[in-house]
Antibody
Framework: QVQLVQSGAEVKKPGASVKVSCKASGYTFTTYGITWVRQAPGQGLEWMGWISAYNGDTKYTQKVQGRVTMTTDTSTSTAYMELRSLRSDDTAVYYC??????????????WGQGTMVTISS | DIQMTQSPSSLSASVGDRVTITCRASQSVTFYLNWYQQKPGKAPKLLIYAASSLQSGVPSRFSGSGSGTDFTLTISSLQPEDFATYYCQQSYSTPMYTFGQGTKLEIK
């Protein structure tokens, strides 16, 4: 079945970097984009960015621009999100999701299970 | 950037009630509006896309309406499994997306 499986929980110190993976299966990886969404404890969903699995084009929200890099490895159908210069307010569950077009309408139809990233000294 | 504002932020209701959640965009997003449901500890689930189209497998008690800047999500008869947090999301400015702040639906 179509699924996205993310890497496990991480604990990092302030100033460090984290790289979260998202492995796709059950569909042709390069056909759809991957987006990343995070959720701080007790808070709402925050869209972080998007990457085309076809050509690697990216778009990031201004809030993390300059600290985030999204990449894909088409040989393993895996997307990656690296966040640098980590701060306490980066503590969150990080989700990847597939961007699926229904006609002309983008949707996030398949989600990974989430990866908890904790920033603590 | 397009801002999305939901109301109310939280809502108490009983099983069998009809519930409406509102989402307003800071500029027109035409019909590029999705709704998601999220339960505690779980990833969000797509309910409605293109403002009013029901995602496959979603019960017909869920419906969406609206266009431009004003949208609603309606649950016609609340079931116990519907108590969750609901988010609207605009996809008009693709590939830049924005979520509303969420509406938590609790049992009265």
């Amino acid at each position: 079945q179509v699924q996205l499986v993310q890497s496990g929980a991480e604990v990092k110190k302030p100033g460090a970097s984290v790289k979260v993976s998202c492995k796709a299966s059950g569909y042709t990886f390069t056909t759809y984009g991957i987006t990343w969404v995070r959720q701080a404890p007790g808070q709402g969903l925050e869209w972080m960015g998007w990457i085309s699995a076809y050509n690697g084009d990216t778009k990031y929200t201004q809030k993390v621009q300059g600290r985030v890099t999204m990449t894909t490895d088409t040989s393993t159908s895996t997307a990656y999100m690296e966040l640098r210069s980590l701060r306490s307010d980066d503590t969150a569950v990080y989700y990847c999701a597939r961007v699926y077009l229904v006609g002309v309408f983008p949707t996030f139809d398949i989600w990974g299970q989430g990866t908890m990233v904790t920033i603590s000294s | 950037d397009i801002q999305m504002t939901q109301s109310p932020s939280s809502l108490s209701a009983s099983v069998g009630d009809r519930v409406t959640i509102t989402c307003r965009a800071s500029q027109s997003v035409t019909f590029y509006l999705n709704w998601y449901q999220q339960k505690p500890g779980k990833a969000p689930k797509l309910l409605i896309y293109a403002a009013s189209s029901l995602q496959s497998g979603v019960p017909s008690r869920f419906s969406g309406s609206g266009s431009g800047t004003d949208f609603t999500l309606t649950i016609s008869s609340l079931q116990p499994e519907d108590f969750a947090t609901y988010y609207c999301q605009q996809s008009y400015s693709t590939p830049m997306y924005t979520f509303g702040q969420g509406t938590k639906l609790e049992i009265k």
